[in-house]
């Protein structure tokens, strides 16, 4: 069984407190089967869950930190504010998301290079 980045810092998380997956899906309020679908990456992490696991567990500003990287790693689908975007804009984000399933690591790599050289972060 796989885990996505979330899956394995709340197991972690877990094993350091003790707890079973039971006792962070009611902790949540939802039932173990959406937490592990969660955890395995296919469904995205609900917002809301941030501010619960950090209160919860007591999580430090570094682990804070770790815990939204996570969270973000572990998304399965995003999506692309387009309001301010123009016709060229448009088309490309459309063009990246119909080519995405056929995208291998090296093109990939080279477009993050690109838009990282473009936008100034990474």
């Known amino acids: 069984m ?9 197991r972690i998380l877990r094993i350091k407190h003790h707890e079973v997956m039971g006792d962070t899906a009611k ?10 679908a969660v955890e395995n990456g296919k469904k995205n992490v609900p917002a809301q869950w941030f501010d619960k ?14 815990l939204a990287e996570a969270i973000e790693e572990s998304k399965n689908q995003f999506k692309v504010n387009a309001v301010h975007a123009g016709m060229i804009q448009r088309r490309a984000a459309l063009q990246f998301a119909r080519s995405f399933d056929d995208l291998d690591d090296e093109t990939a790599l080279h477009i993050i290079e690109l838009l990282s050289k473009k936008g ?3």
């Open 2 to 10: 796989s885990y996505t980045s979330f899956g394995e810092f709340m």
């Open 27 to 36: 902790l949540l309020d939802v039932k173990s089967s959406f937490l592990s």
């Open 53 to 66: 696991i950090v209160s919860h567990y007591g999580l430090s500003k570094d682990e804070r930190v770790e």
């Open 120 to 122: 100034g972060n990474q």
